[in-house]
């Protein structure tokens, strides 16, 4: 395995995980709720009156982020050596491991972990696992 260190980002990977860190400790100081995707999703899917304003605002920044940054750092290139079939296969994939999971990686991965829950431990480190498998099956056992 090799480092590709012209797009190697430690930093900003760094800055990133502090932010997301930050933002799930101040979500769960704040409103005593896990800042989990799949779970502010899947709330608006069984709406509650008092829930859907808060729900709705913060998937609209998710979706509004990538633009502001754009507008400020300029266009970017993503790069996603798949097709677009793989890509739905995989989101449905997931879909389906975040339901059978009760949570994604975010509910799970960030927020379970950060206040030690045994179900979020094993929770990351089957979808953890589950990844590694994938990648390896999909990179060398079927090329």
């Given at each position: 395995m090799t480092i590709?260190?012209?797009?190697?980002?430690?930093?900003?990977?760094?800055?990133?995980?502090?932010?997301l860190g930050l933002a799930s400790a101040m979500f769960v100081l704040l409103n005593g709720r896990i800042l989990g995707i799949s779970g502010i999703l899947?709330?608006?899917?069984?709406?509650?009156?008092?829930?859907v304003v808060w729900r709705l605002s913060f998937l609209l920044g998710m979706l509004v982020a990538p633009l502001l940054y754009q507008a400020v750092m300029g266009p970017t290139q993503p790069?996603?050596?798949?097709?677009?079939g793989m890509?739905?296969?995989?989101?449905l994939l997931v879909g389906v491991g975040t339901?059978?999971?009760?949570?994604?990686?975010?509910?799970?991965?960030v927020c379970?972990?950060?206040?030690l829950s045994?179900?979020?431990?094993?929770?990351?480190?089957?979808?953890?696992?589950?990844?590694?498998?994938?990648?390896?099956?999909?990179?060398?056992?079927?090329?």
């Open positions: 590709d260190w012209a797009n190697f980002t430690p930093w900003a990977a760094l800055a990133g995980g502090i932010l899947g709330g608006l899917l069984r709406p509650r009156t008092r829930d790069r996603i050596d798949a097709s677009w890509v739905i296969l995989a989101g339901r059978y999971g009760s949570g994604c990686t975010s509910g799970h991965g379970g972990l950060s206040r045994p179900r979020s431990l094993v929770a990351t480190l089957s979808f953890m696992a589950a990844g590694f498998v994938a990648v390896f099956i999909i990179r060398h056992a079927l090329a």
